[in-house]
């Protein structure tokens, strides 16, 4: 009987993770009350056959076969789950196989505790499964939130899941429940979608590079001698040189809050990613945005020139927090080690 419970939930839960991989996280939170429903009208039809059938070897060997196949397809959505999470930049344990059970193979009565335990072994690999799963996402989230965080960033995430729940309160019993495996299913929905706004908060924050291909700095932030004067001066971003005429990206995701000329800059685009954090990139030949324009990491923005207090072509790349200047290294640094979270985004 118990394990009969342990298959519904299974079949039932299977679905819902394998649509929240594919991005469809609020179809699942809707359906979520209507397919618990659903298993507790199961769960009292087979409580209600339970001594009508004992004893009834014929009866049992069918069942058993049934959870084989549903437990078998289970098991494959679960190794399908961890791979779709590796895809992600997370890294889970290697699931045991479950070819060496075939879900056809005839079944004597001779073999019933024997498949029973393989059955019962599938399960304990899909209940691992979850909480690896659960485990390596709540790790990479943690990651992403702390490398941030040295920057100033501090990505909204979901504190937990919306659903709706109620019912009679009924006295509980000794029977095997379906709460183990709910709760676990559960702590892979929120796990896997707090990992999924800190995600998007590496996508969005300015911690990109502003050109592609972009190899080496002519000079960096700080002080440094003038290029013009010799002496001593404040250099407040990053030098990248490049042809005249090169695409100039956004470093993430924010709204354009300046085009055009400014003192020492020459041509100037001004990007504007949230309180308190700006980028600015100096020295332009050419604008591609026009101001209270939206961008997202990597839109064309501007072209390589040598406008303003330049010696040649270059890009000055420029973070700035509370409108003070701070070192760009820190973030494009960030931004490689996390690039590895974002998938096949390069």
Do not use: W
């Not at 507790?40 to 009508?52: G, I, N, P």
């Not at 504190?159 to 709706?164: F, V």
């Not at 590496?202 to 990109?208: L, R």
Request: net charge negative; proline share 5%.
């Amino acid at each position: 009987m118990a394990t009969n419970l342990l298959t519904l939930v299974a079949l039932f839960m299977a679905p819902d993770i394998a649509t929240l991989v594919g991005g469809q996280n609020d179809t699942v939170i809707s359906a979520y009350e209507d397919r618990i429903a659903q298993l507790r009208v199961e769960v009292d039809r087979l409580h209600s056959r339970q001594f009508a059938q004992a004893g009834d070897i014929n009866l049992q060997l069918q069942e058993l076969t049934q959870q084989q196949e549903l437990l078998l397809e289970q098991h494959q959505l679960v190794k399908q789950l961890a791979d779709k999470a590796a895809e992600l930049g997370i890294e889970t344990a290697a699931l045991p196989s479950g070819d060496a059970m075939p879900a056809s193979a005839p079944i004597d009565h001779t073999d019933l505790g024997e498949v029973a335990d393989s059955v019962s072994r599938m399960m304990s690999d899909s209940r691992l499964a979850l909480a690896t799963l659960a485990g390596s996402a709540t790790s990479a989230t943690q990651v992403i939130v702390d490398s941030l965080a040295d920057l100033g960033i501090r990505p909204r995430l979901p504190e937990g899941l919306e659903d709706g729940v109620g019912g009679p309160l009924l006295p509980a019993t000794a029977d095997v429940g379906t709460d183990g495996i709910v709760d676990e299913a559960n702590e892979v929905f929120l796990a896997l979608a707090r990992l999924k706004a800190a995600r998007s908060a590496i996508d969005v924050a300015p911690v990109h590079r502003p050109m592609g291909g972009l190899t080496r700095t002519s000079s960096g932030f700080g002080n440094r001698k003038d290029p013009f004067t010799g002496g001593r001066a404040f250099h407040s971003g990053l030098d990248f040189p490049a042809p005249k005429g090169t695409t100039v990206l956004s470093a993430g995701y924010g709204k354009v809050t300046f085009v055009g000329q400014r003192s020492g800059y020459g041509n100037l685009v001004e990007i504007s990613h949230g309180p308190n954090l700006t980028t600015r990139y100096g020295h332009l030949s050419a604008f591609l945005v026009k101001e209270g324009q939206i961008v997202n990491t990597g839109t064309p923005i501007a072209r390589v020139g040598s406008t303003g207090r330049s010696t040649g072509p270059h890009l000055h790349f420029e973070v700035r927090r509370k409108d003070m200047a701070v070192d760009p290294a820190k973030y494009l640094a960030v931004g490689k080690r996390l690039q590895q979270y974002l998938g096949a985004r390069t």
